[in-house]
Each structure stands twice: as structure tokens, then as C-alpha cells.
């Protein structure tokens, strides 16, 4: 009898360290592969921050801001000595000036021509007059001095005021000429002062433009981070003085093997542990996943002609956005190491280019 309860104790025992056994083995199973879940570590934060640069050269007089400050859109955050650009915007305001009164010169010449055609098309007619009278008069003394009424020098005199008067005719007619091709003239040289009044404006607008650069405001809300300006410092065209992070929009850049993406697909859920946090989940979704692998964006190429070729596993970069209102999301930095762990749908339509996938 003892010896029948002790074999049965025995096997139960064996079973139940079966039972036990299997039950470790699934959980350990369950803990190593989750079926519903793709995890991967090889994931950080990213943000597409701001290098600010100076878009004219000069000295640097004023840093209004501080290495890792919250700064806003519009706000001051650096002044470049203005003196030599307004110095440029006041000469360019001269320059405008003098050719707004070179243009209404011109106009009030122009303006003025019309009367002086008039004036002497009225002085040819006088001259019409004169010349009738003058031709009249030398004809009555031509014919007094054939009848022998008239002396010579009188017949003389009438002749020479003939020839005086049609030279005068032709001098006014020739002046007429003048006046109404010069109105071209004007014209012509007003374009040209309208031209250089608009080089003129054009240069003041730069100048306005190019003083309105020492002041450098924010573009976007942000942190500043690799601040390297200091006051006295001359700065050229472009080159960067800070940079502004803005934390709010960051997101993370997670890279899953490509046997991971089978049933990844946008808007699915993800939860991200950040390594600087621990304990801490942040919520966020799948926004889109990248057109190629991250070796394909390589310097180098990996192609490899040969013939000993060994696979290696490939990495897609997936985009992850952090879903809004978390307050967790305000501590991250660019940059940090996170988990990702997404939750996937193995009944989403994997069908692509007419093809079944199983």
C-alpha cells in the first residue's frame, strides 16, 4: 500500500513538474515574442531644429539670449552694429529723392512744350505777315524805279528787307522744328530719369531690407542650443550662430528590421520608453515609414559584385509621432535613446502590387 501511494506521489509530481515547466517555457515565450507587439531599442528622439544664420555681415553688439532658453517666434535674439546700414538707407533715401525731382523736371519741361509750339507757330505766322509786306513793298519799288519814280537805293532797301524777313521766316520755321522734336527728346530723357528713380527705390529697399536684418528674431518656438555668438564677434553671411530645438514638435526615428514591417502600418499605436526615464510610457502612433532602408542612404554604396555575399537583415527608419497633451513629452531631448514597441494588426491586408503575402 505504501508502496503504491508513494509511486502515485511520484507521478504527480512528475506531472506537475511538467505542468510547471511548460508553464515557464510559455511564459518565457510569451515574454520573448509577442505576436500583437514589434519592439525594437535601436530608437531615438528627433526634432528638425532651426540653424540661425545672419544674412548680412557685421559686428555683432547684442546676444539677447542664453545657452538653452525657451525662446518664441519673433522673439530678438541677437543685433548686428546697424550704424554702416543706416548710414546706406539714409544715402539711398537721397539717392530716391534727387531722382523723384530729376522726374518732375522732366515732366514740367514736358508739360511746358505745348505752349512753346504754340508760341512759335504764332511767330511764323507774324513772319507769314512780314514776308507779304516786305515782298509787297519790294515789288512797289521795283516798279518806281523802272517808271523812273523811285530811286535805286530805295528799291535796294526793299529788296534787302525782303531777304531779311524770309530769313527770319526760315530761322522761326526751323526753331518750330526744334521745339517739336525735343518733346521726344524729353520724353526719352524722362524714361531715363524714371529708370534711375526705380534703381534708386530699388536700392532703398534693400537698404530698409538689409537694416532690418541686424536684428535676427526667432522663426519658431523652441530651446536654443549650440550657441556660439558673442557680443564683438564678426559674423558673415550664413554662418550659424545658434540653433533652436523645438522640443514640442519632436518625434522619434525608429529603425525595425524589415521582417518587422509585415503588418506595420500607419496610425498604429505605439508605446516608447525612454532609457533617461525608466518607468515612464509615452504614448504615440506609426506617422509613416521611410521609402528605403537606412543603408541605402549610405556615403558608400553596400553593393557588392562578388560572390561571397552574406544577407544581412535590413533597418527601416519608421517615423513615430508622440500623441499630444503628455507631460512626459516636455523632458525629452534630441537625441535620447528610447523602446518602441508597436502594436500591430496581423489581420491588416498585407496585399501589394496584385500579389497575395501569406
Known amino acids: 500500500m505504501s508502496t503504491t501511494s508513494s509511486s502515485r506521489l511520484k507521478t504527480l509530481g512528475f506531472i506537475a513538474c511538467v505542468v510547471i515547466v511548460g508553464l515557464v517555457v510559455w511564459a518565457c515565450v510569451a515574454l520573448l515574442f509577442d505576436p500583437h507587439n514589434e519592439t525594437t531599442n535601436d530608437a531615438y528622439v528627433v526634432a528638425d531644429f532651426t540653424l540661425v544664420a545672419p544674412r548680412i555681415p557685421g559686428q555683432l553688439s547684442e546676444v539677447l539670449v542664453e545657452d538653452n532658453q525657451q525662446v518664441k517666434t519673433g522673439q530678438l535674439l541677437v543685433r548686428i552694429d546697424d550704424r554702416d546700414f543706416r548710414a546706406a538707407l539714409a544715402s539711398a533715401q537721397a539717392d530716391v529723392e534727387a531722382g523723384k525731382a530729376s522726374v518732375s523736371n522732366y515732366d514740367a519741361e514736358i508739360a511746358q512744350q505745348p505752349s512753346l509750339v504754340d508760341q512759335a507757330r504764332a511767330t511764323l505766322k507774324s513772319d507769314e505777315a512780314a514776308v507779304e509786306f516786305a515782298r509787297q513793298n519790294a515789288a512797289r519799288y521795283q516798279n518806281l524805279s523802272v517808271a523812273g ?100 514638435e519632436a518625434y522619434v526615428v525608429a529603425n525595425f528590421q524589415e521582417n518587422q514591417l509585415t503588418h506595420m502600418r500607419p496610425g498604429q499605436s505605439v508605446r516608447i520608453k525612454v532609457d533617461t526615464f525608466p518607468g515612464v510610457v509615452i504614448q504615440g502612433h506609426v506617422d509613416s515609414l521611410a521609402p528605403a532602408t537606412g543603408l541605402s542612404f549610405a556615403p558608400i554604396a553596400p553593393d557588392n559584385a562578388t560572390g561571397n555575399f552574406t544577407k544581412i537583415v535590413q533597418r527601416v527608419p519608421v517615423k513615430i509621432t508622440i500623441n499630444p497633451g503628455q507631460q512626459a513629452a516636455s523632458l525629452l531631448s534630441v537625441g535620447l535613446s528610447v523602446e518602441a514597441k508597436v502594436a500591430i494588426d496581423r489581420h491588416a491586408d498585407t496585399r501589394v502590387a496584385g500579389a497575395d503575402v501569406p
Not at 531777304?163 to 524714361?191: F, S, V
Not at 524714371?194 to 529697399?205: I, P, T, Y
Not at 541686424?214 to 550664413?238: F, L, M, N, Q, W
Request: no cysteine; proline share 3%; aromatic share 2%.
Open 149 to 248: 519814280a523811285g530811286t535805286t537805293q530805295e528799291q535796294q532797301h526793299a529788296s534787302s528787307e525782303l531777304a531779311e524777313q524770309l530769313a527770319q521766316q526760315a530761322h522761326d520755321r526751323a526753331a518750330l522744328l526744334a521745339i517739336e522734336q525735343n518733346l521726344e527728346i524729353l520724353r526719352t530723357e524722362r524714361a531715363k530719369a524714371a529708370g534711375a528713380l526705380s534703381h534708386a527705390q530699388a536700392e532703398l529697399q534693400q537698404a530698409t531690407l538689409n537694416l532690418s536684418y541686424t536684428e535676427i528674431h526667432a522663426p519658431i518656438d523652441g530651446k536654443v542650443g549650440r550657441r556660439s555668438v558673442r557680443v564683438g564677434a564678426y559674423v558673415t553671411v550664413g554662418e550659424p550662430l545658434l540653433a533652436i530645438v523645438p522640443l514640442s
